[in-house]
């Protein structure tokens, strides 16, 4: 796919796209799938699968920085903490791009002091922002360096009340000193408790704390492609599952799907699409609590296994049994390549399995991140 050029005005020093304007995954990303492909075989022509290159973000967080009287949002500069506001992020899906400039407003209209790192003081520490595409609302979550949601309560009035496209309003608690986003507490102020998509043919649901791809359009691309290499009538352990956007739709098509997952808002989306489903759906789910390497004997009741690890790639006691005791068909899709290289690689070398179909695909357009989908089958006794 080519891409149309296009003028960024927040490079540099926005860090976001360090490929800008590039077209297909990066060279040594290629270089890698070609040497898997040799080694299992297959022809050395590796297909890659490209989206909409602008615009496309439906999922984002920002980090809040600056002043009351001139807030910043956005991401950090390489190698420092240093916050580079992006008010016009050309990826941006336009409505986080405009509840953006929404809260800008909003923040020199109630005083809410941002976060400022070195002190530790401050309030509004990041936002996330969550497009719903049959409303096109946003759902925002506001990250505060507080233990309770009252300080920031005029903010999401106002912002209610603004006009902005918004979904709902929720308030997370995190007041530790620490880099990570999300604390344990949440607070709904306005707004349906979950994001809703149709993938796959069926409803899932999004809490705001529960994982979900950016780049909606080509994860429908991805879960159809999954579906195609699934037989309907399989009995498919499926693990990592979140919220369920792959195996919730096989469940439509007459499989029978064991779902693995550890995060409780991933099991709580997960929970609310299985109770959408018909009877008879849901009579053929079960949903199995923690982590994946604890389930791993779920292996041998299925016919097929389906995974989405996060990037460190697979836990090692559900690799061992993938190993010892092959499932006719393995769908591994991977955000992590060096991980998803190295276990497949553990994988063919074993020869209890064969890499059959390998798709990369550009989830993150203007970026080196390759999404890597393969389908391994049983080898069969020679």
Known sequence: MLMEPRECSHRPPCPGCPAWGEVGIAPEAEEKLL??????????????????????????????RGRVRSPKMGIFAKGTHQIVDIPRCAVHHPCINEVIRGMKAGIRAVGLQPYIEKSHKGWLRYVQLVVERSSQTVQLVLVGNTAEPDLFEPLAQHLWNAGLPLHSVWWNGNPERTNTIFGPLW???????????????????????????????????????VTE?????????????????????LLRRGATVLFNEVSPAGIHGLRVGLEQQEPDAQERASVHVGPAGDHANLVQDCDVVLVDP?????????????????????????????????????ILESGSMQLVELIA??????????ETMARFVRRTAS
């Open 35 to 64: 040497g898997l492909m040799e080694l299992a075989g297959l022809e050395s022509l590796l297909p890659v699968v490209e989206g909409q290159p602008y615009e496309y973000r439906h999922r984002a967080r920002s980090a809040v």
């Open 187 to 225: 607070h709904r102020f306005f707004g349906p408790e979950m994001v809703v998509e149709t993938i796959g043919g069926a409803s899932v649901f999004f809490p705001p704390g529960a994982f979900g791809q950016s780049n909606l359009n080509l994860a429908d691309f991805m879960v159809a492609q």
């Open 361 to 370: 695909v550009a989830l993150f357009p203007h970026t080196e991140h390759v």
């Open 229 to 249: 290499w699934i037989p309907p009538t399989s009995r498919v352990a499926e693990f990592y599952a979140g919220v369920g956007a792959f195996g919730l739709g």
């Open 310 to 346: 996060p990037r460190k790639g697979l836990d090692e006691a559900l690799l061992q049994e993938l190993i010892q005791h092959p499932p006719e068909t393995f769908v591994y899709v991977s955000c992590g390549l060096d991980a998803f290289v190295r276990e497949a690689q553990q």
